[in-house]
């Protein structure tokens, strides 16, 4: 006689016979992991979902498979466009000529020319820069009446700032610069002012670098131009495309990242002390930050598709088939990390994959650490007190974003 199953295994058995629907809900807190993430990494790791048109896909949550997603050539990241539906638009078709929208050997020869030029020495140059702007607006902060909404007055401008100032884009361009920015990156189903901003934005890079070619500086724009693989350079095409690319992957993700730090570290008070008393251990409590707070509203990262039959964790995944790494997921893996879903800011041994892995590992990942070690230490110096100003259930989160972030954070002193 089969003995009697209980409801887990029957939920897993029909699971198994009709795939999942994903996106699952969002969690009741930006520092929780979806239930439903969790069950799935704890029972097999590998789910077929249905995304919401109805197309099947594979989700993989545990850290070994998530990193095998990151790395192996037969999970293609060329599928990133194509998913977000912008192929025809000039966004789209920039994204697929693009470090994140290629493979290799397009992508190694990006790469290569980019890595040349934007390098950690040129990051780690820019420190003194980036503190400086932070600085000026905890300055025009202070000088506003409280509460003060960090979103609008800070963890906005902050990213497009340094970014102007890694490429060179000029002062009195950056307002411009930063309204197209935010119409870019915005609400996700405002397709016309997307289209808009971005060709508003291609059309004045490619201004910026033909400027640059003529009077070249020390920014990285300059430099990129200047760079070359025996004959081999970059286009004009290739520049705006790696442009646009910092924007996009720099502007929204620190932005958000900058305002769900703060609001964990107040959900956590006893690790909030902790880490004012010692600001020495803010580099590592940012890595721990990082694992820690899903910045994605779905807690996966771009989708990649097979290139060949692939087997994932005794899962045989078609070719042709959608991928969907969880790396929220992977960062809450009990078997790579201890007590995963506890924040621990001392932590030591921290493989996080927030920032992806492998050949798409993100390439201004070096940047944004510098963004969030120096907007804590500033913070915690300049506002030891900081708070919420209004309860944390009244706080409104973002809709129809890709990235997880807050309309507004209302804070005081």
């Known amino acids: 006689m089969s003995p009697i199953l209980n409801r887990a295994e029957l939920l897993l058995m029909a699971e198994t016979l009709?795939?999942?629907?994903f996106p699952f809900p969002e969690p009741p807190s930006v520092?929780?992991?979806?239930?439903?993430?969790?069950?799935?990494?704890?029972?097999?790791?590998?789910?077929?979902?249905?995304?919401?048109?109805?197309?099947?896909?594979w989700l993989v949550t545990r850290y070994a498979d998530v990193r095998k997603v990151l790395v192996d050539p037969r999970f293609s990241s060329r599928v990133a466009a194509a998913m977000m539906a912008l192929s025809e638009s000039e966004l789209g078709k920039l994204t697929n000529e693009s470090l994140i929208g290629t493979d290799p050997p397009q992508h190694t020869r990006l790469r290569k020319l980019?890595?040349?030029?934007?390098?950690?020495?040129?990051?780690?140059?820019?420190?003194?820069?980036?503190?400086?702007?932070?600085a000026e607006l905890l300055d025009r902060m202070e000088s506003l009446p409280r509460p003060v909404d960090l979103?609008?007055?800070?963890?906005?401008?902050?990213?497009?700032?340094?970014?102007?100032?890694?490429?060179?884009?000029?002062?009195?361009?950056?307002?411009?610069?930063?309204?197209?920015?935010?119409?870019?990156?915005?609400?996700?189903?405002?397709?016309?002012?997307?289209?808009?901003?971005?060709?508003?934005?291609?059309?004045?890079?490619?201004?910026?670098?033909?400027?640059k070619r003529n009077n070249p500086a020390d920014d990285l724009l300059s430099a990129l131009i200047r760079a070359k693989d025996d004959e081999d350079k970059l286009s004009e095409r290739e520049l705006i495309a790696l442009g646009i690319g910092l924007l996009s992957a720099g502007h929204e993700t620190t932005a958000?990242?900058?305002?769900?730090?703060?609001?964990?570290?107040?959900?956590?008070?006893?690790?909030?002390?902790?880490?004012?008393?010692?600001?020495?251990?803010?580099?590592?409590?940012?890595?721990?930050?990082?694992?820690?707070?899903?910045?994605?509203?779905?807690g996966d990262g771009l989708p990649r598709i097979t290139t060949a039959e692939v087997e994932v964790n005794g899962v045989t995944i078609p070719a042709g088939a959608?991928?969907?790494?969880?790396?929220?997921?992977?960062?809450?893996?009990?078997?790579?990390?201890d007590n995963p879903d506890q924040l621990n800011l001392d932590r030591a041994d921290n493989p996080q994959?927030?920032?992806?892995?492998?050949?798409?590992?993100?390439?201004?990942?070096?940047?944004?650490?510098?963004?969030?070690?120096?907007?804590?230490?500033?913070?915690?110096?300049?506002?030891?007190?900081?708070?919420?100003?209004?309860?944390?259930?009244?706080?409104?989160r973002k809709s129809s974003s890709m990235i997880r972030g807050l309309e507004s954070m209302p804070i005081t002193w």
Request: charged share 25%.
């Open 256 to 298: 958000n990242q900058i305002n769900m730090f703060l609001l964990t570290l107040l959900r956590f008070p006893e690790e909030f002390a902790r880490l004012r008393a010692n600001p020495d251990g803010i580099p590592r409590a940012v890595e721990e930050l990082l694992r820690f707070v899903p910045i994605t509203a779905t």
């Open 31 to 57: 520092y929780e992991l979806s239930p439903e993430l969790s069950r799935i990494r704890e029972e097999r790791s590998v789910a077929e979902v249905t995304l919401p048109d109805g197309t099947s896909a």
């Open 322 to 337: 959608i991928v969907i790494p969880s790396l929220a997921a992977a960062n809450r893996d009990p078997a790579v990390f």
């Open 353 to 396: 994959v927030g920032f992806g892995a492998g050949i798409h590992h993100c390439l201004g990942a070096q940047l944004a650490r510098v963004e969030l070690q120096e907007t804590l230490s500033a913070l915690f110096r300049r506002m030891p007190d900081v708070r919420l100003a209004v309860p944390e259930s009244e706080l409104r």
């Open 151 to 211: 979103v609008q007055n800070f963890s906005l401008p902050l990213p497009v700032r340094v970014i102007c100032d890694l490429l060179g884009v000029p002062a009195a361009d950056q307002g411009e610069f930063h309204k197209w920015s935010n119409g870019l990156l915005g609400d996700w189903t405002r397709a016309k002012e997307k289209e808009e901003a971005a060709v508003a934005l291609i059309a004045y890079l490619g201004r910026l670098i033909v400027d």
């Open 114 to 134: 980019v890595s040349r030029e934007f390098t950690a020495r040129r990051v780690e140059e820019m420190r003194p820069r980036v503190a400086r702007m932070v």
């Open 18 to 21: 009709s795939p999942i629907p």
